[in-house]
């Protein structure tokens, strides 16, 4: 029975305990009194009667006011206390009772509060006792996951039923570069906790090669594996190898496959650089076969024929020189449409310019003992490069320099035009002749002790670049200019989670070991909350009615997979709303009419996001306003979102019935959660995220497990019935 029953039944009594006697008293007399006598009362009583009955109404709503009173302290207190501590027992350790009320509660509140005191004590120490306990797992964990984030190679770690469980920095990047269509938009949903890989690999052929390890496995393969080349949707050419995940079976007589590790390289690059060089060949081949077809004819006719008449002879040495022309022309034809694909073969890698330099200036102070400065770096300068052999082919440059013209100092400037960095060794004395950097350029590159077989001009010309030698006139000084690539673009975050001041480390997001126990991940309303998938998210519009005709101006979200928040695994995107924004509403969300000119529109974004969120479990707070813009936009768009729908908003109310507020700020506040990036939609969602992490162990506690009991639950509260 709630507290409005039990007062309603309260005042009740308190009725009947005022009028009951009064009422039962009139019964008995009159029952006893001859007419005579009736007459008489009556006469004497029925006029005084209203004065009676206003006495007795004025008693009545004193006392049910004095009840009310003593309801809102004691049952209402108490029922308040008991939802705060559940609170400190579930989702906030740190929340304590507010001492409140009459007396008997305040004392009652102090006591809780000591014994949550001493609670947390007790559990600190346990905590302690179990993080020592744990300390080593999570160790090889962390191991583990930091190797797999620092591979060059993408990785991918599923469980059978091809869902991720693991992933690194470089597949992520890989499979965001595939991304087409809607998936493209906001940092694509290839890849991600809990995702199927057969969004990007064909089920048939990881079905096909986990059965060829399942063979290999039965013949006592020491190192089972599989091996194909697939195609994705995009047309790019992916080769993988697969490596199974064993586990001891309980007779310990064959090993289980509980999972398996794919390791891709997208090799559409250097299929392309083959085919085109295999292309070259084949022309080149064709081409030559009927020259030096005309050729030996030629010569064999000269040979056969000393004496053919000298017209005919030096029409048949005419043909010799035009055929040979032509080779020659076919020769350097292919080597040149050849040379980049040969410069690709050598290993360069994407490195800071000023390390580079940084490390040459060790090197030649050690090795020679020449001085070294810096000047104009340019520290945010990545090049590509071996960084040893161009060290080397540095250092020998400072040591000629040192030997032949008796520098006391090198200094070293770094800048950058277009796609190419200049790496400038700069001295001031004797300038050098362009012979003599010529004769540099093709000796070996020996300094002191230590020899190479490579030259200086073999260094640049794997490196793509060039070297040359230039006078500073006016500052008396001459350089040496080395021209070298410029790295790619390296990947940054969205300026809006740089805003945020959100972890950059990415190794403890990329893998959940827990996901080798699960197999089915549809969305089933009997599985428990803990179980499920779900997208979290939070939209900014330009007003507060939908059916009006305001828009979304912005959609964020974030996954969650067994309970954990993944911060990388986001969808955040500006929409044009192809209408005018309210002055009001830049005041809170910060969104101007500059930053959403130029964006995609809902027709384009909406696809994007229910590939994001699609087989996952929405949630949001104050759902309602939300689903209902997107349920505004189902016909323009054709997209629907049929998945269950979870509310903070109304499983606050649930868990807390008799707090004040429901606002997601005195939500997080309870919870112990610090609000960040209020009032942007990928924010918004972050709070809402950890908001129902925790709440999922309080409804727990309330018996409240699956997801059909956590739909329900949320139907019968008062904030349900609101509608948008």
Request: glycine share 6%; charged share 25%; with cysteine.
């Amino acid at each position: 029975m709630n507290a409005r029953v039990r007062f309603l039944a309260a005042v009740a009594v308190l009725g009947l305990l005022m009028t009951g006697p009064f009422i039962a008293t009139a019964v008995i007399l009159v029952a006893d009194l001859k007419d005579a006598e009736r007459a008489m009362a009556a006469q004497i009583l029925l006029p005084r009667l209203p004065i009676g009955a206003l006495m007795t109404l004025v008693g009545f709503f004193a006392g049910v006011h004095v009840l009310r009173l003593l309801f809102k302290q004691y049952v209402h207190g108490l029922l308040k206390m008991g939802e705060m501590l559940r609170l400190m027992l579930g989702a906030n350790r740190n929340f304590r009772v507010v001492i409140d009320g009459p007396p008997e509660v305040r004392e009652l509140g102090r006591a809780a509060n000591d014994l949550a005191q001493q609670r947390d004590e007790l559990l600190t120490d346990v905590e302690a006792q179990i993080a020592r306990a744990k300390a080593t797992v999570e160790e090889e964990k962390n191991r583990l996951a930091a190797l797999m984030s620092e591979l060059a190679m993408g990785v991918v770690v599923c469980n059978l039923d091809g869902r991720i469980l693991l992933y690194n920095n470089r597949a992520r990047l890989q499979f965001k570069a595939l991304a087409q269509g809607p998936t493209s938009m906001s940092g694509g949903a290839l890849i991600g906790l809990g995702r199927s890989i057969f969004s990007i690999l064909e089920r048939g052929q990881i079905a096909h090669a986990l059965d060829n390890i399942q063979r290999r496995l039965r013949k006592g393969s020491a190192e089972p594996s599989a091996n194909f080349i697939t195609a994705t949707r995009s047309g790019q050419l992916l080769r993988t190898q697969m490596a199974p995940v064993l586990a001891t079976a309980v007779d310990d007589t064959e090993p289980l496959v509980t999972g398996y590790v794919l390791t891709i390289d997208n090799i559409t690059k250097s299929f392309e650089r083959e085919a085109e060089r295999d292309q070259v060949l084949q022309s080149l081949t064709d081409g030559s076969r009927a020259a030096l077809g005309a050729v030996r004819a030629a010569v064999e006719t000269l040979l056969d024929n000393p004496d053919i008449e000298p017209e005919l002879r030096q029409r048949f040495v005419g043909i010799i020189s035009d055929e040979t022309l032509r080779m020659s022309q076919r020769l350097e034809q292919a080597t040149s449409g050849f040379a980049d694909a040969l410069k690709t073969r050598w290993p360069l890698e994407d490195v800071l310019g000023s390390d580079v330099l940084a490390a040459a200036q060790r090197r030649i102070e050690d090795k020679i003992g020449l001085l070294t400065k810096t000047e104009d770096l340019d520290d945010a300068l990545w090049i590509r490069a071996d960084s040893f052999s161009l060290i080397q082919a540095i250092t020998f440059l400072a040591a000629r320099l040192q030997e032949h013209y008796q520098i006391r100092e090198l200094r070293f400037r770094l800048s950058a035009e277009g796609k190419m960095a200049f790496a400038d060794l700069i001295w001031s004395g004797v300038p050098i002749s362009s012979e003599t950097l010529y004769l540099w350029e093709m000796e070996p590159m020996n300094v002191g002790a230590d020899t190479s077989p490579l030259t200086l001009r073999d260094v640049i010309e794997r490196h793509g670049g060039e070297i040359w030698f230039q006078r500073d006139k006016a500052a008396h000084r001459a350089f040496f200019r080395i021209v070298l690539p410029v790295a790619e673009a390296v990947p940054e975050l969205l300026p809006e989670l740089q805003s945020l001041h959100l972890r950059s480390d990415s190794r403890p997001e990329y893998y959940d070991f827990n996901l080798f126990a699960a197999r089915d991940s549809s969305i089933d309303l009997d599985r428990p909350l803990a179980e499920l998938a779900y997208s979290v998210f939070d939209t900014e519009t330009t007003g507060l009615d939908p059916s009006g005709g305001d828009e979304i101006i912005q959609i964020g979200a974030v996954r969650v997979i067994n309970l954990r928040l993944l911060r990388q695994e986001i969808f955040d995107q500006i929409l044009d709303p192809r209408r005018p924004l309210r002055p009001e509403g830049i005041r809170i969300h910060g969104i101007t009419e500059d930053m959403v000119r130029g964006q995609p529109t809902i027709d384009a974004v909406l696809p994007a996001f229910y590939e994001f969120c699609n087989e996952t479990v929405l949630v949001a707070h104050n759902a309602a306003f939300d689903m209902r813009f997107l349920e505004l936009k189902e016909l323009a768009t054709g997209v629907r979102f049929t998945q269950p729908v979870l509310d903070t908003l109304l499983l606050s109310a649930v868990i807390h019935p008799n707090q004040e507020s429901h606002r997601l700020e005195s939500i997080a506040e309870r919870l112990g959660i610090d609000v960040i990036g209020r009032h942007t939609a990928l924010g918004d969602a972050f709070v809402t995220g950890e908001v129902f992490i925790k709440m999922v162990p309080l409804l727990k506690a309330m018996g409240i497990v699956t997801l059909r009991q956590a739909l329900a639950a949320a139907e019968k509260t008062y904030y349900a019935r609101v509608k948008y």
